[in-house]
């Protein structure tokens, strides 16, 4: 058997856990060692093939993004929830305290900077937003949850190496942080 | 007091009947996770997250609320326990908006502290998104309900502490909220008074200071020192966060002290506002309408050279701020008065304090001291305010006024001659113009109190009775007072009569708005008033930069050749005033102690190493005395903690004749 493969992927989110992700630093050489990076905004891969573990950044607002998040989970046999975002849907709840459609009409025809003046709203063109941005448990099973905006790069790099000890891994509590 | 033995995670303890099971807990470190409680508060078991298991009782009951008792089996960290504050923590979290990456109080926040103490990576409840409002319409307290999980803290400080008992709840269930004035917006609330310790108390991002929560949350602050607020001299203990080298934000201490850990609106904004205003960093001399920079040798010499003269012809004066610290003070007045032989000394209160040190005269005379803590307001069963503003003069001791009102039912009397400022909480409210009519109502009450002729008019009847009743009343007498200080005597023959006696003093309270006015009294104030009719050809001035000047120090200033301001802040018009501007550190770059009306010595210590080039007070008035070929003597001024010592019992207080006086 090869090396264990790890597919991420960048969902509703601003792509910090990532950037944490890289900040474990030399210590990536280490890991690279012992795992396979596939489809990732690393790599820039975009199709999931069959994986160890998956790791989700960032919340479900739309579509695509729930058809990603059940595509990686039906592909990999242990599904990571990184970030704030993607375990309790973080910033981009913000949006479910109003409509979807208030929403998409305050960020396309009513913002001040905004020139549209036929109000046109995306429909084909962009994936429909779904009612609410939800976390990715609201959706799929997740077996890991890292919270953090972004979960430190070692908690990152200790949630891998437990799992490549072949542990289910709980964030401890003093590493643990929401912001 | 160790009357019962209970039995706490496998630890005996010891207790006192009436201890809750939180208090016998923490007192043996044993760690029970709190939210909604506070210290000082009344407990209310709301959040139960402090659910502890009893044996042989299937409930869980709330460590804060529930009675230790005798031979109780008690257990804080069973997983059962562990999973209850678990869910309660989810159920709170997916309440409202707790999203922690976008809360200005994150890190700060209790509510965060505690989900991450339990392990909280998930939340397994529906979200609700319930949009809730958020209450900007207070220019300094932000209210945002969207953060709030009704753990009630503050509405419990600010009708337990503060007594305003502005902030309320409204609606029921889900939709309940916090609500000011019984539903106004905060900013629309008569009842506000503005001081802020709701937002100290606040766990969570609900109730923000504009001011401090950019300035860094208490978290990113390298340091915190205690000191006290030197603004009045109720001499209020404040914990300041330091940030970056300077004074991010200022609470109060301790839930412990009898304020309650409150501040007032002067204390929580106006100390941290100084901290951005212009600094003084050197000396200045003024060239024409401007100034230019100096060094202290050239600064200094000019001023000796101006004083020299000008003392010689008796035309050299000293003004000094009763926010000093006594040390300054002591320093400032060894020179002009011990080492100079000025006597043209005096604070910038000097009339206030003459006027009570005339009326307090009678009675120091007799060897007591003629007034009490402002904290024994709470402990009175009468409070009688005379001519005075206490949410003005020292809004702390308006605090304890409302408190023991509302609270406690002591009865409040108010004698004024303007607005009532507790309208609404008055048993009687009498006006009375000052001097004379005022003199006449305190007579009559005290005679009314003595035995003699009841009075007709209603509320003065009535609180004739209330006085006659009390056991012990306290009387609030206002800075207006002292502006007749036969007015003053009256109060305190009111007191003596009322039989206000309290361990430290007559049960009386007089407004002082200076943090040091205790401490200037034996140091700078002088024995007249010379300042108001001074023409002189040198005037020396220090400044603290906090509080306004008055007309008359400002008059005194623009009449006099010569001045020289001391002043820590770029402040107009004093600046406008002066010949020669020295650097003073300002309040959170001192220290030093003030003699406080609550009879403690207490510390100001430094929050920050003063910035510029500044040089010591001492260093300062002993060069100058070399300069004028002198040697600084040390002060003859009695320490602050003689003045008005106790040398007899307040009960042995005797009212006096009004001649005495005038």
Redesign the interface.
Known sequence: MGKPKIASVWLEACAGCHMSFLDIDERIVDLLGKVELTATPITDIKTFPEVEVGVIEGALGNEEELHLAKELRERCKILI?WG?CA?????N??R???PAEQVLKEGYVDTVSTVNPDGVLPRQDLPALLP?AI?V?RAVR?DV???G?PPDADTIYYVFSEILEGRIP????DI???? | MSDITLVIDGVECRAAKGDTILQVARRNDIYIPTLCWMEGLTPIGSCRMCVVEVEGNPKLLTACTTPAENGMKIHTKTEKLKQYRLQILELL?AGR?H?????SQ??DCEL?RL?????M???RYP?L???FHNDATDPNIQLDH?RCILCLRCIRVCAEKVGAHTLDLEKRGWGTNITADLGKMLGESDTCVSCGACAQVCPTGTITLRDFVYRGRRNDCDDQVESICPLCSLGCRIKAYVRTGSVARVEGLSANSPDGGQLCHKGRWGLPKSTERDRLTAPMIRTGSSFREASWEEALNLIASKLGSASKAGRAGALLSELSTDEELSVVSSFFRDTMKMDKVDGFFGNMLRGFVKGFQPFADQGIRPFTGAHNILESDAIVVIGANPQEEAPVAASYIRVSTIIERAKLINLSAGKNPFDGITDADIRAALPGEMEKVLVSLREAVEGGPEPKEPAMAESARVLREAKKPVFVIGSSLAEHPSLVTEALNLAVASKAFFDDGLGVVPMLRGGNCLGALNTVIGESDWLSESELDFLYVLSTGMVDEDKRSLEAMTRARFVVVHTPFMVHPLVNMADVLLPAPAWFERSGHYCTLEGERRRMNMIVPPKGNLKGLSVIMDELAGKLGLELQPASAAPCENVYEAKSPSTSARTVSLKEVR
């Open positions: 929830a704030d375990v309790f849907g973080g910033i709840c913000m479910n305290f109003l609410q976390p448990d997740v949850y890292v919270p905006c709980t964030v401890p509590t643990m942080r929401y912001d | 979290f908006n999203f922690c990456m976008f809360c994150t890190g965060q989900a991450i103490e339990h392990g990576d998930k939340v979200f998104y319930e949009p969207n």
